[in-house]
């Protein structure tokens, strides 16, 4: 699976590892195959059939989002789509990272309501557990007790994926973070917290990220996408979990257990970008979390993060938009070295979620990819959540 013989006469590991890839791919022309989140929008059988005939290799499912039920009703509609063909499901974890609570005006209005962050107001940021789900414009919970220990005044602390930047005024005795508001936005509950060049000891899986993989072996996932993968330690650690689940809970264990795809997300992985691939049975370049800087830089991490905070979600958030490119390309070819498949993914056809056509800049990206012989592509919220999923997958 995902083998490229434009990149090396060797097949892939996937090829060897997974009863299902090959014969699911066979008849796939495409060097490059296609990796598409199913969501709301595809999940039902008429939409989930149409983006299997676009051309759909495998189906991500993200526990970021999805629930239980929610996975059995993809899981049963692909198979009933696919036929007799097996179509490889990939489990993508939520990973170790740091959230926000809920907020209170999501208990009136459903949990697609927002506040709005005003640029120059303050707002609190706290680790005490009743403020989750109490979260307003003045107070936010924030998910992470060493909060107030990793930052100091300056320091930009961002929110939904960079959407909003807020600038440390003030570290509390009582462990609360006063922040200023750096740019007006919008903002729902839950959203993910980056504290840019900042270490945050996560452990590698979270309490959900252990259950969601027993689940997910349980149900015969043919791989796992592991969330913020910062070192070969957290992979190995993973890949424990991994065969003792498979060993106690798949339906046949004599069969290999699910590959892991690493995805790089931080400074710390790139760090370690060789120790990872090499730990790993492939790589995900999940470009929306890469952010800011490379930790071997020099400057202060409030001046790396005010330096582009102003460019919102346009840029990563832990490496400057305009290195991201090169990081891709870096990790793609390290990637070909090893002999290990890479995906690469996040926005690649993002106008597509509203639109039928994808931007000029967006084919260029894809085209990009497919050029540096990147092994897979991967559609998020265009085929997840967009109003035309299967004409992203027919257009990537």
């Known amino acids: 699976f995902f083998s490229n013989p434009c ?9 060897r590892a997974s009863r299902s890839f090959a014969r699911a791919l066979s008849s796939t022309p495409r060097l490059t195959k296609i990796v598409a989140t199913i969501g709301p929008a595809s999940e039902q059988a008429e939409p989930l059939g149409r983006c299997l005939v676009a051309g759909i290799n495998v189906m991500r499912v993200n526990f970021s989002h999805a629930t239980v039920d929610e996975f059995h009703l993809r899981r049963t509609n692909l198979r009933a789509a696919a036929g007799g063909e097996l179509v490889p499901i990939m489990l993508d974890t939520k990973g170790p990272e740091i959230r926000m609570g809920g907020l209170a005006v999501c208990k009136e209005g459903g949990r697609k309501a927002k506040i709005t962050l005003t640029a120059g107001a303050e707002v609190l940021l706290t680790t005490d557990p009743r403020y989750d789900g109490e979260g ?4 936010i919970f924030v998910g992470y007790p060493l909060l107030a220990s990793k930052v100091s005044p300056g320091f930009v602390v961002l929110l939904d994926d960079g959407l909003v930047s807020l600038r440390v005024k003030e570290v509390r005795p009582d462990g609360g ?15 993910g917290v980056n504290l840019p060049g900042i270490v945050t000891d996560l452990p590698p899986l979270s309490d959900k990220d252990l259950e969601d993989i027993r689940f997910g072996i349980e149900h015969d996932i043919d791989m796992v996408a592991a969330s913020f993968v910062r070192n070969a330690a957290g992979v190995d650690a993973i890949r424990a979990h991994i065969a003792d689940c498979h060993a106690k809970h798949a339906p046949d264990p004599s069969a290999p257990p699910p590959l892991i795809i690493s995805k790089v997300e931080s400074t710390e992985a790139l760090d370690r970008l060789g120790e990872i691939i090499e730990a790993s049975d492939g790589l995900m ?5 890469l952010v800011l800087r490379r930790s071997a830089a020099g400057t202060a991490p409030e001046e790396r993060a005010l330096s582009s905070h102003a460019c919102g979600r346009e840029q990563g958030v832990e490496v400057p938009i305009a290195h991201v490119a090169t990081w891709q390309k ?18 690649m056809l993002d106008s597509m979620q509203s639109n039928p056509r994808p931007t000029r800049a967006e084919v260029a990206d894809v085209t990009n990819a497919v050029l540096e012989q990147a092994d897979a592509v991967m559609l998020s919220g265009e085929s997840a959540n967009g109003q035309y999923p299967a004409e992203a997958v027919a257009m990537q």
């Open 7 to 15: 990149r090396c006469a060797e097949p892939m590991l996937f090829a």
């Open 136 to 139: 307003d414009e003045k107070t």
């Open 177 to 191: 973070v006063a922040c200023e508001v750096l740019n007006t936005s919008p903002i729902g509950e839950r959203k």
């Open 285 to 289: 370049v999940a470009r929306g979390d």
């Open 330 to 347: 870096e990790m793609v070819a390290k990637c070909a070295e090893a002999g290990k498949p890479v995906v690469v993914a996040t926005q």
